[in-house]
């Protein structure tokens, strides 16, 4: 499987708010960094992540570019809000090993009315 087509399943997963189906894309020790966030470490951490989110707010990843270089894909992703931004995605052997995000966590809490927290 290409990055690209792992990347576009993991986006269909993640529009279903499919935790489990997520973390089934993940090498046992992948670890997934949202640069608005500590980086979360294993499958298992990783399922847990993605739980949590989804209770929190109503996700929806739409792909506006996604490129693939070896073994990295790279996702330019928007929301039905307008919030934007682009995750890189480290695929061996068909497993997210790495992932990074890059998002304005600011205006996600804003957009679904959640609280943000105090300095």
């Known amino acids: 499987m290409t990055p690209k087509t792992l990347v576009r399943k993991w986006v269909d997963a993640f529009n279903k708010g499919n935790a489990e ?18 980086p979360v470490t294993g499958k298992d951490a990783i399922c847990r992540m993605f739980k949590a989110e989804f209770a929190q707010a109503e996700m ?10 070896g073994e990295w894909a790279i ?7 307008g919030l934007r931004g682009c995750g890189f995605f ?26 943000v927290p105090s300095e």
């Open 90 to 115: 480290h695929i061996q052997d068909n497993k997210i090993v790495f992932q990074r995000g890059y998002w304005d966590k600011l205006s996600f809490l804003r957009m679904h009315k959640l609280p």
């Open 60 to 69: 929806t990843c739409i792909i506006e570019n996604l490129f693939e270089d």
């Open 75 to 81: 996702l330019e992703w928007r929301d039905p809000l």
């Open 21 to 38: 189906a997520l973390a089934e894309m993940y090498a046992e020790n992948a670890v997934n960094h949202q640069i608005t966030q500590e």
